[in-house]
């Protein structure tokens, strides 16, 4: 006779979440200016499921099992569907959705919040929105239709208040434990396009407690719990730990000085110039009170992780000795077909990337798709940015005189003081990466570092070098100024 288990114990933790970077979670819905539009509660604000939450964190906590594969210590706590004429299992954990925190630590909660939230929903009626193309296996834009695409973000700053709840005994304090440890992890992230340097979270507050209802000053204190997010509870206890557990991962710092002027364009231009650096608003709490700030200027780590992947695909051929003049036709037709595997390694690859031709080919090769291990958060530069105008003409490529009518301009940016440093925070996935692909991404960073890898725009006008120092884990491992 089977035995029904007993939960004799309640875990509880209300935890804050700020948005290091900006972070897009779809609605999986459109407007008429935007391609995606991000979720949003009933008031207007931006909001994370706890489906989502549930979702990342049970697919980062099952694959830091060693064997990727022995993952029923996850399904009962999570709970699983089993195949017909078996039982399932219901989950043990109950996540709540993760609402925006608007002034003195309280959410937009209910239909009629206790507090006056108008002054509020003007900064989420229009959302800053990201430009994408979509990109061939080849690594170029795709030409056909609905190439180009475009989606919402919600403002890096944002602080997002949720609940978590654990019903079990006290032999599942081991993996609650855990499971709050993985939020704290470098490598969390959450939502869409988190190689795209969206969706780093960092846990601001965590207050939790464990309550063994067989104790009756538990039990009672249990009972009297509020469920309201807009609550404060007494009984739960300030959580100050951080990360536990296993690297798993590389960390690289790059500290750039720029050579002169850069620029990461935004694709249009304003009052003054038809080209502008590409600028966001971010939010700050002041007093305790949401609001916005001017626009900041944005990296997007996008523009960075493309540099970085041609470049690495670069370094990986050399290693390997592949150059282009030996080079046969069937060998050219083979590289086709298997991709540069420090590129499908490290940045990821879509289902069938190499179904190139007749699967009867000698060289067909069909790879797996997968999601990049390089992660490259989007950045805005705390220095003391400056702009500087340029003004230009378009040169008849006939004659090599001036085209009339096309004279253009172009605003780009610069540091006033030399000594400052732009800091670019890279994490790779370290999960069984080769020798050579590792070697060949560093020597991409280095080159970044010895100003021969342009970062941004207008780089074929000398914009966008950058020399400085390169770490790992740390470790200076290259400098510019002592090499």
Not at 462 to 483: C, D, M, R, S
Request: charged fraction near 30%.
């Amino acid at each position: 006779m089977e035995t029904k288990k007993v939960y004799t114990h309640r875990y509880l933790a209300r935890v804050v979440l700020e948005a290091e970077t900006p972070l897009f979670i779809g609605s999986g819905e459109t407007s008429l200016t935007t391609d995606a539009i991000v979720q949003k509660d009933i008031h207007g604000f931006p909001m994370i499921p706890g489906t989502s939450l549930t979702g990342v964190l049970r697919h980062a906590l099952e694959d830091n099992e060693s064997n990727g594969s022995d993952n029923t210590k996850w399904n009962s706590f999570f709970g699983y569907q089993a195949p017909r004429g078996k039982k399932g299992l219901g989950s043990q954990i109950k996540i709540s959705s993760a609402y925006l925190i608007l002034e003195n630590g309280k959410v937009a909660e209910g239909l009629s919040p206790d507090f006056d939230i108008e002054n509020y929903i003007k900064f989420f009626q229009n959302l800053p929105v990201r430009q994408h193309v979509k990109i061939t296996d080849k690594g170029v834009a795709n030409t056909e239709k609905k190439g180009l695409f475009d989606n919402e973000v919600v403002y890096r700053g944002g602080k997002f208040l949720f609940e978590i709840e654990l019903k079990g005994t006290e032999e599942d304090k081991h993996l609650w434990d855990e499971f709050i440890n993985e939020l704290k992890s470098p490598l969390f992230r959450i939502g869409q396009g988190t190689r795209n340097g969206y969706g780093h979270m960092e846990v601001s507050d965590l207050k939790s407690k464990v309550f063994d209802i067989r104790e009756q000053a538990d039990f009672e204190a249990y009972l009297n719990h509020n469920p309201s997010l807009n609550v404060i509870n007494n009984v739960l206890e300030d959580e100050k730990n951080s990360y536990k557990g296993e690297r798993k991962y590389i960390e690289y710092k790059l500290e750039l000085k720029p050579e002169s002027f850069f620029i990461f364009s935004a694709g249009y231009g304003d009052e003054e110039v038809d080209n502008i650096p590409v600028t966001e608003e971010i939010i700050e709490y002041e007093n305790n009170k949401l609001k916005l700030t001017e626009q900041k200027g944005l990296i997007p780590g996008s523009s960075i992780k493309g540099a970085l992947r041609h470049r690495t695909a670069f370094h990986y051929n050399k290693l390997l000795g592949k150059y282009a003049d030996n080079i046969t036709d069937n060998k050219y037709l083979e590289l086709l077909k298997t991709n540069n595997d420090a590129v499908y390694e490290l940045f990821g690859a879509e289902v069938s990337v190499a179904n190139i031709g007749d699967e009867e080919d000698e060289y067909y090769k069909e790879l797996s798709g997968h999601r990049g291990k390089v992660i490259i958060n989007d950045i805005f530069p705390e220095n003391d940015k400056h702009d500087k105008i340029f003004n230009h003409v378009a040169i008849d490529r006939f004659t090599g005189g001036a085209r009339d009518g096309a004279l253009f301009s172009e605003k780009v940016s610069y540091f006033e003081d030399t000594d400052q440093t732009l800091e670019i925070d890279i994490v790779v996935e370290n999960t069984n990466l080769s020798k050579n692909v590792i070697e060949a991404f560093e020597s991409a960073l280095t080159d970044v570092c010895k100003g021969l890898l342009p970062l941004g725009g207008m780089t074929t006008k000398g914009h966008g070098i950058f020399t400085g120092k390169l770490l790992k884990n740390e470790q200076e491992i290259y400098n510019y100024e002592t090499a």
